[in-house]
């Protein structure tokens, strides 16, 4: 199912649809107001005492990983019915193994595509119709909780984060997969506390690259933002509350020189399991150690991506894969 063949149904099937042009941009370039505002969150300090500081990595970068997770996603409108936006979205996930200096996928990779549209809105007429096109694979996202209303901004956004939520749901999916037949070590593009599972395994470990959240207040804030390179922050527990996430230890790493930079050029967060009482004066070291791993993945650069500061080799291989076998 792709937005080609969704055109050409929906004409059939729901005449007084109109379908959108070839050359209409996906919500994932489109949706601006679909992007979370900036936000600062205080942290607790796990490592050592007092304030959150800046701690230089010692030693040269090691190598350890032996794959790397990421996903994508693509959605578009492929019709509008009555002003109502029509979504086609993909998701997609995968693992790519390296072995002898060369990338293999692990597992086979999870695509999947659905549709996207707000029942309520669209009547049950239509939503049959849709329903058919799909093939099943029909997502409501009616919002019956905040009555958002028609406003066909709003209903895109609310079919660009069902996307987003699919892929990440096939994202911890490899990842579980993983960390049940695996214990070798897993570099994941993003958070990892969003699976309990995921997040307490000692095979796992989280590179967050976007920053529209910082979890730094104050002087811890321009701690974080003045790092050199090869430093990191203290390592901290997130403060999030009712948050829904496993809790996680995490930490700030720059990866390349910022001079004439950005502040969040070359900066990272890394997440990895919360460490067990009786290992919790141990974790400075654990997080030297793995802040050594990703620093070995600085290298070769993942040009000419624009984001090649903050990403590694091997997650710009997933998404290339991906780009290739999911569109």
């Not at 304030?51 to 693509?74: E, I, M, S």
Request: hydrophobic residues 40%.
């Amino acid at each position: 199912m792709d937005v080609r063949t969704v055109r050409r149904q929906l004409a059939a099937l729901l005449p007084e649809a109109r379908p959108t042009g070839e050359g209409e941009g996906t919500l994932e370039v489109l949706a601006t107001s679909s992007v979370d505002a900036p936000r600062l969150i205080s942290a607790t300090v796990l490592e050592g005492s007092g304030p959150l500081k800046a701690r230089r990595v010692f030693g040269g970068p090691a190598p350890a990983f032996r794959a790397f997770l990421d996903g994508t996603q693509r959605s578009q409108v492929a019709a509008h019915l009555h002003g109502i936006p029509i979504v086609v979205g993909t998701a997609a996930a995968v693992i790519r193994d390296r072995r002898n200096r060369r990338m293999h996928t692990w597992s086979p990779p999870l695509v999947e595509t659905r549709l996207y549209a707000p029942r309520d809105l669209v009547g049950e007429r239509a939503w049959e119709s849709l329903s058919a096109v799909s093939r099943g694979r029909l997502v409501d996202t009616t919002d019956r909780e905040h009555d958002a209303g028609a406003h066909p901004f709003t209903l895109k956004d609310a079919a660009y984060h069902g996307v987003q939520a699919h892929r990440e749901d096939l994202e911890r999916r490899l990842a579980e997969r993983w960390c049940t037949v695996e214990n070798e070590r897993l570099f994941i593009d993003g958070g990892i506390s969003g699976s309990e599972a995921v997040a307490v395994s000692s095979c796992t470990v989280g590179v967050v690259k976007s920053h529209r959240t910082l979890y730094a207040e104050g002087p811890a804030l321009a701690v974080v933002l003045g790092l050199g390179h090869h430093e990191r922050s203290s390592v901290f527990v997130i403060n999030e509350k009712a948050s829904r996430r496993t809790r996680v230890a995490s930490w700030y790493l720059r990866l390349r020189d910022p001079s004439g930079h950005d502040p969040m050029w070359g900066l990272v967060r890394v997440e990895i399991a919360y460490p067990e009482p009786q290992e919790l004066h141990a974790i400075g070291d654990r997080a030297d150690e793995v802040s050594r791993w990703i620093l070995a993945e600085a290298s070769p650069l993942s040009l000419p991506d624009a984001r090649w500061d903050k990403m590694v080799y091997g997650i710009r291989d997933c998404e290339e894969f991906l780009r290739a076998v999911a569109g």
